[in-house]
């Protein structure tokens, strides 16, 4: 039984006191007297660069290769994880795909993977257990050094409206059939030009131009009109414009206040903060993507 692990080099940098004039020492200061504290030590890993790739590491032979599970430190299993697990096995048990796989060099079957899901449940008192029982493999990346990227997305669900009110004044456009030329920018699709306008285009209204952005973001979700109807949008092309990240925006323009999150919950917690910033903020990415029904 196979279980794919990818193996992460993780390095751990200690944060100590710093003082210019004292190299060694951290000075700190009590009603007199002085009160000498010695300079932690970081440590630093010789074998990495700076952005955490190995420095010794050697070319892999195939895209999967066996390595040992001795030096990783498995998930703690908590409430999250097992329900992410659940849905996972009821996924599994809807995929209309062969029930093997070809994975470059190795195989593995969805009875496989369901297998392991359960192992992971079985084990989620004494997860480090579960290495005597499965394999890990390191992915070779682009590198072919073991130097892999990984990213995540999720299907939101948003408010929405089948004709445009004033609560829900934000339209959701399909792919405008029939437009000659360049599409238009976010700016001028949501902006005062209202490029899409009288085109026939909307497939439903938003309540808010933040759950538009986020569900183009990942290229597809749901609507969930006030009748409690359900409907999935997919991904129905783009207007090709280079896309821009508005989280970067914020961050370099100082919009978000220290210790404040660009995650979505902390952009959207901003917008509602400061109504008069979606445009300007939302405007700075002009990549735009459109939608079309897919069923329930």
């Known amino acids: ?105 190795i195989g593995l079957s969805l009875n496989e993977m369901e297998s392991v899901v359960n192992m992971l449940l079985n084990f989620k008192e004494n997860p480090s257990e579960l290495k005597n029982y499965i394999d890990g493999f390191q992915l070779d990346g682009r590198d072919q050094k073991g130097s892999v990227y990984f990213t995540g997305y999720y299907t939101p669900i948003i408010e929405a409206s089948s004709v445009r009110t004033p609560d829900f004044n934000h339209p959701i456009y399909r792919y405008p059939n029939g437009w000659e030329g360049q599409l238009p920018s976010r700016a001028e699709i949501d902006g005062s030009i209202q490029a899409l306008e009288g085109t026939g285009s909307e497939v439903a209204f938003a309540k808010y131009p933040e759950d538009v952005y986020y569900m183009q973001v990942q290229g597809s979700g749901f609507v969930q009109y006030p009748n409690g109807e359900t409907t999935y949008l997919g991904f129905d092309g783009s207007n090709r414009h280079r896309y821009k990240s508005i989280e970067r925006y914020l961050i370099e323009n100082q919009l978000i206040k220290k210790g404040g999150s660009v995650s979505i919950d902390g952009v959207k917690k901003y917008f509602k903060e400061n109504p008069d910033m979606r445009e300007e903020v939302l405007f700075h990415n002009p990549s735009y993507v459109f939608f079309e029904e897919n069923g329930s």
């Open 1 to 105: 039984m196979k279980f794919l692990l990818t193996l992460f080099t993780i390095v751990l940098l200690a944060t100590g006191c710093f003082n210019k004039v004292q190299d060694e020492l951290c000075v700190t200061h009590i009603d007199n007297p002085v009160i000498e504290v010695p300079k932690p030590k970081v440590e630093v890993n010789s074998n990495l660069f700076r952005n955490g790739k190995d420095k010794t590491a050697y070319e892999l032979g195939s895209t999967y290769n066996l390595a040992s599970l001795d030096d990783i430190k498995m998930p703690e299993i908590d409430d999250q994880l097992i329900q992410g697990l659940k849905n996972q096995i009821k996924l599994l048990k809807k995929l209309r795909q062969p029930e093997y796989f070809e994975l470059d060099n």
